[in-house]
């Protein structure tokens, strides 16, 4: 009997010990997983602001900016491109919880964008924005405070555009803290208040 009951207390124990132990090993490779996708996300901030600080008429005449949403953004910028003559056309669009970054390399003579030649490369996966805006406009009276332009937007009026990323701080289902990256640039060749 005695025997039985050490057994017994002996199972329990080994089960909660292997249960503790899985726990422990899960959330070990799910923290670098979702540190993973912030310092993804902080790539893309970083990068999308120099993109848009650059942005530039296109090669074809294109104004800076071509498209303004709430999750998607068209700009022309230097860039990143193979030389400071050639003015890349770049789209960010949010499909689902992931962020795609879209460029067309103007090609021909006269330069010109062919869309059909666009190199899409996922940018950051498990974006938590849901109905928040990725993609933020503001005008050149904006000094840090204001409240952003309302849809739609007169591109000629967009001097300065943030990019708002929520991620989750864990990389698990159903997880409900968020990590938030905001970063935003002025398109320097639009800027009116040159003086400042």
Excluded: C
Excluded at 42 to 64: H, K, Q
Excluded at 96 to 120: A, C, D, F, H, R
């Amino acid at each position: 009997m005695e025997t039985l009951v050490t057994i017994f207390i002996f199972s329990i124990i080994m089960a909660g010990t292997t249960l503790l132990l899985q726990n422990i090993l899960k959330s070990g490779t799910q923290q670098p997983l979702a540190l993973d996708t912030i310092d993804q996300a902080r790539i893309a901030v970083f990068n999308f602001t120099n993109e848009l600080r650059n942005a530039t008429s296109g090669n074809d005449g294109s104004y800076p900016l071509s498209l303004t949403g709430d999750s998607q953004i068209i700009l022309f910028s230097t860039y990143g491109s193979a030389t400071s003559t050639i003015v890349n056309r770049i789209r960010y669009y949010v499909s689902g919880t992931t962020l795609y970054k879209g460029v067309v390399v103007p090609s021909g003579s006269p330069l010109s964008y062919n869309i059909l030649s666009e190199k899409t490369t996922t940018v950051v996966t498990n974006l938590s924005n849901a109905s928040t805006p990725v993609f933020y406009y503001y005008d050149g009276s904006y000094t840090g405070t204001a409240a952003p332009l309302a849809q739609p937007i007169n591109v000629t009026n967009v001097k300065f555009v943030a990019m708002n990323l929520i991620l989750p701080t864990q990389d698990v289902r159903g997880a409900t803290t968020t990590f938030k990256i905001t970063s935003g640039g002025t398109i320097r060749n639009l800027k009116t208040n040159l003086g400042n």
